[in-house]
């Protein structure tokens, strides 16, 4: 009998990841492909479909595949589509569920990968049987995916769980989205980048990063420099630590999780970020929410938890279309 698998997208700016992923969250295949070298949407589609199957035929035993998650900056769970996402070469409302599954004559599903990610925690990493959490990727910007009795919310519009554009400082860093001090201008592998270098401005002291172009400057090394002790690296983990937790602490008020995760590189730094994170989150929290929210590194962390959470939303969908 075939083993039944879905398949896992995970749609970047440069590369597109794929997996076939069955039901336990064992990755049978991985693969990619560029997101940008097509003429239009539809040869992007008909690339991904002709890697997959060439990859189901050189597995050792055959599969049946059975749904397609997919993970994409702005992609709308309600609508199918991926709107207007600034980081990829397709402009405008794209109808992404409805090319997929003209392409592939399967169900298929799209939602965010921050949202994503979410759902692979919950189907096969840490939050089995936990109903309330906050995933919190902090990638190149700071995504989002809140997870409230049980479900993941949408909201209105599809788009719920934008924790990296609320308020974080008055007046603050330019975002890309056009306004002033969003968290991900701060928490965020370029925004903790951009810390270090307002500290190196600021500070008188001796620093490693004082000969490190901005170009050169990746989370990895400054978890490294903090565990040197370079000064401006561990300032600059206090300081992100500091505004993230603030952050937290307010969405604590708005749906009272048990424990939160992080994703990403810059969870990679693992005490160095989630220290300063919790006890700044138990200062600004209201004290009937104090000690009692673990933050924690997913348990994805180290795999590729995009691919798995597209998986668990097809997983996740396939359940309710069985219903
Ligand atoms: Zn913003």
């Given at each position: 009998?075939?083993?039944?698998?879905?398949?896992?997208?995970?749609?970047?700016?440069?590369?597109?990841k794929?997996?076939?992923?069955?039901k336990?969250?064992?990755?049978?295949?991985?693969?990619?492909?560029?997101?940008?070298?097509?003429?239009?949407?539809?040869?992007?589609?008909?690339?991904?479909?002709?890697?997959?199957?060439?990859s189901?035929?050189?597995?050792?035993?055959?599969v049946?595949?059975?749904?397609?998650?997919?993970?994409?900056?702005?992609?709308?769970?309600?609508?199918?589509?991926?709107?207007?996402?600034?980081?990829?070469?397709?402009?405008?409302?794209?109808?992404?569920?409805?090319?997929?599954?003209?392409?592939?004559?399967?169900?298929?599903v799209?939602?965010?990968?921050?949202?994503?990610?979410?759902?692979?925690?919950?189907?096969?990493?840490?939050?089995?049987?936990?109903?309330?959490?906050?995933?919190?990727?902090?990638?190149?910007?700071?995504?989002?995916?809140?997870?409230?009795?049980?479900?993941?919310?949408?909201?209105?519009?599809?788009?719920?769980?934008?924790?990296?554009?609320?308020?974080?400082?008055?007046?603050?860093?330019?975002?890309?989205?056009?306004?002033?001090?969003?968290?991900e201008?701060?928490?965020?592998?370029?925004?903790?980048?951009?810390?270090?270098?307002?500290?190196?401005?600021?500070?008188?002291?001796?620093?490693?990063?004082?000969?490190?172009?901005?170009?050169?400057?990746?989370?990895?090394?400054?978890?490294?420099?903090?565990?040197?002790?370079?000064?401006?690296?561990?300032?600059?983990?206090?300081?992100?630590?500091?505004?993230?937790?603030?952050?937290?602490?307010?969405?604590?008020?708005?749906?009272?999780?048990?424990?939160?995760?992080?994703?990403?590189?810059?969870?990679?730094?693992?005490?160095?970020?989630?220290?300063?994170?919790?006890?700044?989150?138990?200062?600004?929290?209201?004290?009937?929410?104090?000690?009692?929210?673990?933050?924690?590194?997913?348990?994805?962390?180290?795999?590729?938890?995009?691919?798995?959470?597209?998986?668990?939303l097809?997983?996740?969908?396939?359940?309710?279309?069985?219903?």
């Open positions: 009998m075939s083993k039944e698998v879905v398949l896992g997208i995970d749609i970047g700016g440069t590369f597109t794929l997996g076939l992923v069955d336990s969250g064992a990755i049978l295949m991985e693969d990619e492909v560029r997101s940008t070298e097509h003429e239009g949407i539809v040869e992007f589609i008909a690339e991904i479909q002709r890697h997959v199957e060439q189901i035929l050189k597995l050792e035993k055959p049946l595949l059975k749904g397609i998650g997919v993970g994409a900056p702005n992609g709308n769970f309600y609508s199918g589509t991926i709107e207007h996402a600034p980081n990829l070469v397709w402009k405008g409302i794209i109808p992404f569920v409805e090319l997929m599954e003209k392409q592939f004559g399967i169900p298929a799209v939602t965010n990968d921050a949202n994503a990610a979410a759902l692979g925690e919950m189907l096969f990493g840490h939050a089995i049987g936990i109903d309330n959490f906050i995933m919190i990727a902090l990638g190149t910007g700071l995504g989002s995916g809140l997870v409230v009795d049980g479900n993941l919310i949408y909201g209105n519009d599809g788009f719920a769980g934008e924790l990296g554009h609320v308020r974080a400082v008055d007046n603050g860093r330019q975002c890309g989205c056009g306004k002033r001090g969003c968290l201008t701060y928490v965020s592998a370029t925004g903790i980048k951009r810390t270090v270098f307002e500290l190196l401005a600021n500070e008188n002291v001796e620093s490693a990063f004082r000969k490190i172009p901005f170009s050169k400057l990746k989370p990895k090394l400054i978890t490294s420099l903090a565990e040197e002790g370079d000064p401006i690296a561990i300032k600059a983990f206090e300081r992100t630590g500091f505004l993230l937790g603030r952050s937290l602490a307010d969405s604590v008020a708005h749906i009272s999780p048990a424990k939160i995760f992080l994703f990403g590189g810059l969870a990679k730094a693992g005490k160095w970020i989630i220290e300063p994170t919790k006890k700044s989150m138990e200062e600004h929290l209201l004290p009937i929410y104090r000690s009692k929210i673990d933050i924690l590194p997913s348990a994805l962390l180290n795999k590729n938890i995009a691919v798995l959470g597209a998986a668990a097809s997983w996740k969908q396939l359940e309710r279309l069985a219903k």
